[in-house]
């Protein structure tokens, strides 16, 4: 993994807060907070951020063409934090995603694990900042079937 990639951007998203989505996912997470589910602008549960991902496509990317093994690809690790409260229902965010950090360990199968730490920041209407998402994607030096158990 090159650190060639680090603050690489990819293109800019918008994400609607629904109304309905918040509800289908404070659902979905066995939720019965009343704050997710009444009212005409309920609050969004605090992981409710991980579902950008459906307003994205390739080009929002920060990747861009580099080439990943997804045999070897791990989701290590996932972090909100929010400059308010969560987004109610009703929002516009504009969202864009970096990648902010890449550094390499050492694996116990062998061969050494990528860490690339990827960043998406949450704009409101006004450009204000409302959260940050913090992901840490590994890839392993070996796919499971090549490194045998440990």
Known sequence: ??????????APFQMVVERGKIREFA???????PEYL?????????TFLCA??????ESNSPWGDEPRNY??????EQEFVFFGEPPRAGAILTGISRIDRIYEKAGRRGGAMNFTETVTE????TGKLVAESRSTVIETGQAPSEGGAS
């Open 52 to 57: 950008s991902g459906f307003w994205q496509d």
């Open 27 to 33: 659902r979905a997470t066995k939720s019965s907070n």
């Open 38 to 46: 009444e009212g005409e602008h309920p609050l969004s549960p605090v």
């Open 71 to 76: 045999e070897r690809i791990l989701h290590g």
């Open 1 to 10: 993994m090159s650190e060639s990639l680090v603050g690489r951007q990819g």
């Open 122 to 125: 949450f704009r409101d209407e």
